[in-house]
Nanobody
Framework: ELQLVESGGGLVQAGGSLRLSCAIS????????IGWFRHAPGEEREGVAC????????HYADLAEGRFTIYSDNAENTVYLQMNSLKPEDTAVYYC???????????????WGQGTQVTVSS
């Protein structure tokens, strides 16, 4: 059974950094695209970044360009999201999700973790 477990969220001041981790088990790690998404109160869930663990290609939403970096450690079956220059509007529950092949849209991802809260204070 595919399982994704997020960690690394917390409270940080504006301008600070956090690194989120997504530990993945229950499948062959090199068959999937792993994405990070976020969901703020009153907003729709939105994409942040995706990475193919097959070839390392990445995709970033405009909100993440230049501030966030997604990368994978295939030996540890973990995908990370390094978030720098955080803003109060980055406050949300952050989820990682998996899909076979390559995709970037929220609706394409079928396996989700439970989420980790990120709160950025001004």
């Amino acid at each position: 059974e595919l399982q994704l477990v997020e960690s690394g969220g917390g409270l940080v001041q504006a301008g600070g950094s956090l690194r989120l981790s997504c530990a993945i088990s229950g499948f062959t790690f090199d068959d999937y695209d792993i994405g990070w998404f976020r969901h703020a109160p009153g907003e729709e869930r939105e994409g942040v970044a995706c990475i193919s663990v097959v070839d390392g290609r990445t995709h970033y939403a405009d909100l993440a360009e230049g501030r966030f970096t997604i990368y994978s450690d295939n030996a540890e079956n973990t995908v990370y999201l390094q978030m720098n220059s955080l803003k109060p509007e980055d406050t949300a529950v952050y989820y990682c999700a998996a899909v076979r092949g390559w995709a970037t849209a929220v609706m394409d991802f079928g396996s989700w973790g439970q989420g980790t809260q990120v709160t950025v204070s001004s």
